[in-house]
């Protein structure tokens, strides 16, 4: 009887009315399905029993009261968007904001979005060769998102994630107008990882739909007022914190860039940072304001002693930050209730420590004449692009990704930043032979040259940019723009420090020695008719060095570049699989 009573209620329940499950769109993880008893969330909810438990229950100051206890990941894809909806239109009925996590606003969502991107992408290359956009937020943040944030995964995204993060990017640039707003590449990431792309649009869309700074700070001005914003906020919340932030340089827009450009990304653990965006989809940047000076003082608070007087600026001081939220002293429920406390006044009121959001907003408004006064004073990061790709016979592959090479794009001298690269040596097709490399290259100066890794955990490419042509010199050629690169895992550059490297040593009573004085500028490129190299290492070796049929190549600690593990920790000799050569070329 009872099955029967269950077959029924199922039958009764219209699939539209059932909320959107949610969906790791930027890696493709799973997502824990489980809604846990007893914490007020609908076990099966749908648009008449709502996302809550509670039907009867329309009090928004609950709903967010839940958000802070946590959403199960497998309703944060409707939660979100409902939150951020019933924010941003506080006018809007119950109902109509729940309609927007529901299976009934599917279709017309991912409508709207295949009409912005065949506005935005008429073809399918425009994809390919589109950029992820930073905002503001800087072009080494943005690789250090794509390539491996540990709240982001710790991992690389996959290109179908990063894909997914250009459109919406770049919808949320030429569709909505965004020019500026640091915050936007984190956020987007937060929501593709519980949402499909449309649902991300259409959120990231609700946040800024009435031009107001609830949620982002869309322009510089309002960025600057915001950072202005958090320093007044810590003044009068915490004053003896905000007195030592402020002398050594955190309360100023570059000095609060880990909590204003990358949303606590890099100072706390990814389910925190989670549990960060369960709130702010319904309190907007009110939460970022009282949850990041909560977190100041309590990690100040928890400074050792000789930590504190070492830290003499910004840079240490997050870093202490980081250190006492990945601790075992950090416990985030009770932070948070330090951050949402109230306290009692001699009439028994209670009242907010921090100050309410109609109070923010009004300081927020009031600190934007003195942004726009001192708005030339906020650094700017022009957008980076890829370097483009020329299409041959024979197609790139190890600097196919548009990541990678705006990596490549980074590191290359201003005036090849904007370049195309042409592929002129490919083992693949030309074969493997040091004669066939110098024939490919003899005509040819500004060379990037990658090889691919075999037998390594995960795709590795490492490579050099060769400033002269390639050709058999034993005696060495180059000069101090080579360097050497990985390209994945976790792009880096290893550049040529001077011309004259000097090597410090210590004494046994620890007093620097007299430097050693290694001049090498001359001998960058190294090549004969049995390998080609780059670097000159202490004991002979090179930093990157290539055998005579460019199958088995080596690396070591190089002088000049200063390199560490080039390839993995421990690994100096390895495998080569394919090796490509390109040119960079300007149009």
């Given amino acids: 009887m009872e099955s029967f009573i269950h077959d029924v209620d199922q039958i009764e329940i219209n699939p539209l009315d059932l909320f959107c499950s949610s969906i790791d769109t930027l890696r493709g993880l799973p997502i824990d399905q489980i809604i846990p008893p007893n914490s007020n969330w609908s076990a099966r909810p749908t648009r008449n029993s709502g996302i809550n438990s509670n039907a009867s229950n329309n009090d928004r100051q609950e709903i967010r009261e839940m958000c802070r206890r946590g959403i199960p990941p497998c309703l944060r894809c409707a939660a979100w968007i409902i939150n951020v909806v019933s924010a941003s239109n506080p006018t809007m009925s119950k109902s109509d904001c729940d309609d927007y996590g529901t299976l009934m606003k599917v279709r017309i969502l991912e409508h709207g979005w295949d009409l912005v991107l065949k506005s935005l992408f008429p073809d399918k290359t425009d994809i390919e060769r589109a950029d992820v956009l930073d905002f503001g937020l800087g072009h080494e943040n943005i690789m250090s998102l794509i390539h491996g944030d540990v709240v982001h995964g710790g991992v690389a995204i996959p290109d179908g994630g990063i894909q997914s993060l250009t459109m919406v990017l770049h919808a949320a640039r030429d569709s909505l107008g965004i020019e500026f707003c640091p915050l936007l590449p984190d956020i987007a990431c937060l929501l593709l990882s519980f949402m ?108 050792g002693e000789s930590i504190r007087k070492n830290c003499d600026n910004a840079t240490i001081f997050w870093e202490g930050v980081r250190r006492f939220a990945h601790s075992k002293h950090f416990q985030f429920d009770i932070f948070l209730n330090q951050a949402y406390a109230v306290t009692k006044t001699f009439k028994v009121i209670t009242r907010p420590v921090f100050p309410r959001p109609e109070f923010v907003a009004r300081l927020i408004s009031n600190n934007e004449p003195w942004a726009e006064a001192n708005q030339s004073n906020l650094p700017t990061h022009a957008d980076k692009k890829s370097l ?97 690169f990985r390209l994945n895992p976790m792009p880096e550059c290893f550049r040529y420090k001077s011309e004259e490297m000097r090597i410090t040593s210590f004494d046994e009573d ?64 390895f495998e080569v699989g394919l090796g490509e050569t390109c040119v960079a070329i300007i149009d």
Wanted: a negative charge; charged letters at 20%; hydrophobic letters at 40%.
């Fill in 510 to 573: 620890g007093e620097d020695a007299p430097p050693t004085h290694v001049n090498d500028a001359g001998q960058l490129m190294i090549s004969s008719d049995s390998f080609i190299s780059m670097g000159v290492g202490e004991d002979g070796a090179s930093g990157l060095r290539l055998n005579e049929d460019l199958t088995r190549g080596s690396t070591s600690h190089s002088i000049g570049f200063g390199n560490r593990e080039l390839v993995g920790k421990g690994i100096e000799v």
């Fill in 388 to 484: 483009g790709l020329v299409e041959g016979e024979v197609p790139i592959e190890l600097a196919k990704d548009s990541a990678g090479r705006l990596s490549l794009a980074l590191w290359l001298p201003p005036v090849l930043q904007s370049t195309k690269l042409e592929l002129i040596y490919s083992s693949n097709y030309h074969g493997r032979s040091i004669e066939m490399f110098y024939r490919c290259c003899s005509s040819s100066k500004h060379t990037i040259t990658t090889m691919e890794v075999l037998d390594m955990n995960e795709p590795t490419v490492i490579g050099m940019y060769a400033t002269q042509t390639w050709h058999n010199n034993p005696d060495g050629y180059g000069d101090g723009g080579c360097f050497l």
């Fill in 196 to 303: 499909p792309e449309s649902y991300a649009y259409a959120t990231i869309r609700q946040m800024v739909v009435d031009d107001s700074s609830y949620f982002l700070a869309v322009s510089r001005v309002q960025h600057l007022a915001w950072c202005k914003t958090f320093s007044d906020l810590m003044r009068r919340c915490f004053p003896q914190t905000a007195v030592v932030m402020e002398q050594i340089g955190v309360l100023t827009p570059v000095g609060l860039e880990p909590i204003l450009k990358r949303f606590f990304v890099t100072l706390l653990r990814r389910k925190h940072v989670l549990r960060i965006m369960d709130i702010f989809t319904g309190e907007g940047a009110h939460a970022i304001f009282r949850i990041g000076t909560t977190l100041c003082c309590l990690s100040h608070a928890h400074l």
